[in-house]
């Protein structure tokens, strides 16, 4: 599976993005997506997931009600939407995939994507 990631930029605070990854090489609904970042200097951390279907979604409490993770099976692709942008924000975000199901994936704490994508970066200004 290849993950090609877009989107990413330099916003200002309060400011919105969002973020696309492409999807190729297997049935994209049978793959649950998801989305990762690291900010300098810290380790990587799990932002939000979707299931293959789109039905079941979970985001990390520190961008609930900011972000938004969906996704279109139709165009093989899976979208970060970002709002309410704060500077602790700023970070490479990483899309990534598993074949694992969603409940798989909720036991296992999100912590398991075998998929990884290059990364775009994210830059939040005060």
């Known amino acids: 599976v290849q993950l090609q990631a877009s989107g990413g930029g330099l916003v200002q605070e309060g400011g919105s993005l969002r973020l696309s990854c492409a999807a190729s090489g297997r049935t994209f609904s049978s793959l649950t997506m998801g989305w990762f970042r690291q900010a300098p200097g810290k380790e990587r951390e799990f932002v939000g997931a979707?299931?293959?279907?789109?039905?079941?979604?979970h985001l990390v409490d520190s961008v609930k009600g900011r972000f938004t993770v969906s996704r279109d099976n139709a165009k093989n692709t899976v979208y970060l939407q970002m709002n309410s942008l704060k500077p602790e924000d700023t970070a490479v975000y990483y899309c990534?995939?598993?074949?694992?199901?969603?409940?798989?994936?909720?036991?296992?704490?999100?912590?398991?994507?075998?998929?990884w994508g290059q990364g775009t970066q994210v830059t939040v200004s005060s």
């Open positions: 990534v995939g598993t074949e694992r199901i969603w409940i798989r994936v909720v036991l296992g704490s999100f912590s398991a994507f075998e998929y």
């Open positions: 979707i299931s293959g279907s789109g039905g079941s979604t």
